[in-house]
């Protein structure tokens, strides 16, 4: 029997919009800790993830399966709308302390983190 500290997080999630992916389970891991480190939005009871959120669980650990597919961090990577804000957003993320959302729309209307 596997301690489960051991066994291998995964986050199942469902492609709702261009942009946006619904929490469907995480094997191993809990919604809550995704809240307090200021990943995803809850709307209507529903965790909703943006591909840049994906791209880091996938590079902190995390197996991403994507309406039942696995998905590597290039693929996730490629989901990207604009690689800048990614390159922002995960260096905010790996300085710590930070808490950085995704949005559809930044500064000026360009897709970027806000």
């Known amino acids: 029997m ?3 500290k051991n066994q291998e997080k995964t986050i199942i999630v469902r492609k709702t ?3 946006e992916y619904s929490l469907i389970k995480i094997n191993n891991g809990d919604v809550h800790e995704f ?3 200021g990943i995803g939005d809850v709307r209507d009871g529903t965790m909703i993830l ?3 959120e994906l791209v880091y669980l996938s590079i902190i650990g995390y197996r991403v399966m994507i309406d039942g597919n696995e998905a590597g961090v290039n693929e996730l990577i490629r989901e990207v709308k604009n690689p800048h ?3 922002v957003y ?3 993320r790996k300085r710590g302390g930070y ?3 995704p949005v559809v729309n930044g500064p ?5 983190v806000g």
């Open 2 to 4: 596997k301690d489960s």
């Open 17 to 19: 919009g261009t942009d």
């Open 35 to 37: 809240e307090e480190k």
């Open 50 to 52: 943006r591909p840049i």
């Open 85 to 87: 804000a990614l390159t």
């Open 90 to 92: 995960l260096d905010m």
């Open 99 to 101: 808490f950085i959302k």
């Open 108 to 112: 000026r209307g360009l897709p970027g």
